[in-house]
């Protein structure tokens, strides 16, 4: 659908932006698009200029500091391309008028609001927790050389007293993703609550953080919004590098200073070390690096082998059917070379396989089961013509076979077999598997794809083939 040059109708517009919102809205995630296009209008699309509206200065200057690009890649994937994309404020409606947010930056107002303050509080209150959080705790965390320190340094937080300070403030704790930075966060917060009752501990992500700034900006009381942080003992915020905005880390900046300065803890975690956050002010940066900061690496062989243990027995707990070999175990923490969430998610699947098809899973059916859950580190070591000479030799069958278009059985069979392989371990697309494989179709590739995946499920013998002729492929 391409808009270049005539007006777009009022109704392909109105449909057109449904979907350029509902692309946004599962790109970016709901709290990302509830903050800032939630309330975004498309109000015309003429000489492929889209102009859109949004009903605050704040969230026009927000969004053409931030999103401008990501909004007209979006729009032109609905509308196609696009010369330019203009943000304005709307001057009309009810609840928001176009200059409240920016005077409320600049002059909060007097008159204090009851209910606002009690809404931003709610905002900002610890949110209940599910299973998976309150699992979270000091005593399901697997201790290694990766993230030793950053555990002894968070003990530290959770065993002082109010009003004691330590050697070091704010305390930062990067890592990748899936490595414990929030299982710290959240054991640390339920360490402090159960034995510190009196200690007030507040635990919230950037995102969080930013969403409840909004909202006292909408309501006109940010002074509800910065009285949340004076009566707190220990600040804890997560995925700290999504703070993004001057106004959001200016209120940010306050927030902080005003804890540090009055001896207060915070802690805070990130994917990346201070100096690597790009959108964050160098001053903030720089009161960062002044604490203490702590990487979180990946756990070695002997970690991951605990916290395949731990979760383990975790779900033994709950459900006695979950239970598999020893050897099984060894090999998810080989196979998988993440984090807890990773090798969680392996152990899950593996289970998963087992119950449904309601048979003790076999070492060989587990090593094809975790080999999409391995990644796809391999994918640009194994060659096509690797595979092709192990089915050949593997089922006797000539090379010159495999490509022809042969249709007997004892054919058609290892070709579907070499191109389920091709798929799975290397990084080739369908076509390009089709032309290697005699020239054909993707569609062919695909349906044998499909039909050795799915006969796998049900028949051990030939999972247990697939799994070895993967090692011969590997050993190549």
């Known amino acids: 659908m391409t808009q270049t040059v005539s007006k777009l109708e009022t109704h392909d517009l109105k449909s057109g932006w449904q979907r350029v919102s509902t692309r946004l809205k599962a790109e970016l ?3 990302l698009y509830n903050s ?5 209008d498309a109000e015309d699309l003429a000489q492929a200029h889209l102009i859109v509206s949004v009903p605050t200065r704040f969230l026009k200057s927000w969004i ?4 401008v690009s990501k909004l007209r890649k979006t729009a032109e994937a609905e509308f196609g391309a696009l010369n330019s994309v203009s943000v304005r404020v709307r001057q009309q ?5 176009a200059a409240a947010a920016a005077e409320v930056v600049r002059q909060p107002a007097p008159v204090r609001n009851a209910a606002t303050a009690a809404q931003i509080q709610s905002l900002l209150s610890p949110e209940h927790k599910g299973p998976a959080e309150a699992s979270q705790t000091f005593d399901n965390y697997v201790i290694g050389s990766s993230n030793q320190l950053a555990h002894a340094a968070v003990m530290r937080v959770a065993n002082a007293m109010p009003g004691q300070v330590l050697s070091f403030n704010p305390l930062y704790i990067h890592s990748a993703a899936g490595l414990g930075k929030t299982h710290l966060l959240y054991a640390l917060s339920q360490r402090i609550r159960e034995s510190q009752p009196n200690r007030k501990v507040l635990m919230l992500t950037a995102e969080r953080f930013m969403y409840g700034f909004i909202h006292a900006i ?4 940010t002074l509800a919004f910065k009285d949340q942080f004076q009566n707190i003992d220990v600040l804890l915020i997560d995925d700290f590098q999504f703070l993004q905005g001057k106004a959001m880390q200016q209120e940010f900046c306050h927030a902080f200073n005003s804890l540090v300065d009055s001896k207060r803890q915070v802690v805070i975690a990130a994917d990346v070390p201070p100096a690597q956050l790009d959108t964050i002010d160098q001053r903030m940066r720089s009161r960062l690096l002044g604490g203490l900061v702590i990487d979180i690496e990946a756990p070695d062989l002997d970690q991951r082998r605990k916290i395949v243990d731990l979760r383990h027995m975790m779900m033994l707990q709950n459900d006695a059917s979950a239970a ?3 050897d099984v175990l060894d090999l998810i923490a080989e196979r998988i070379t993440g984090g807890g969430r990773e090798l969680e998610g392996a152990l899950n699947k593996i289970v998963a396989y087992q119950q449904f098809n309601k048979a003790p899973i076999t070492l060989d059916l587990a090593s094809m089961v975790l080999r999409d859950a391995a990644g796809t580190a391999d994918l640009g070591r194994i060659k096509i013509e690797d595979i092709l000479k192990v089915v050949s030799k593997h089922f006797n069958v000539g090379r010159n076979d495999l490509l022809s278009a042969r249709r007997a059985r004892e054919v058609v069979v290892p070709r579907q077999i070499g191109m389920y392989l091709a798929k799975k371990l290397t990084a080739r697309s369908l076509p390009e598997i089709g032309r290697r494989f005699g020239g054909r179709d993707h569609s062919t590739v695909l349906h044998a794809v499909r039909k050795i995946d799915g006969q796998m499920k049900g028949d051990e013998k030939l999972a247990r083939e697939l799994a070895l002729l993967i090692r011969l492929v590997e050993q190549q």
Do not use: K, L, V
Not at 36 to 40: G, H
Not at 64 to 67: L, S
Not at 93 to 97: C, I, L, V
């Open 29 to 31: 995630g709901d709290d």
């Open 218 to 221: 909408r309501q006109r009381d």
């Open 64 to 67: 053409e500091n931030h999103y």
């Open 324 to 326: 598999i070999s020893t």
């Open 93 to 97: 409606g009810d609840a928001f008028r």
């Open 36 to 40: 800032w296009f939630a309330r975004m």
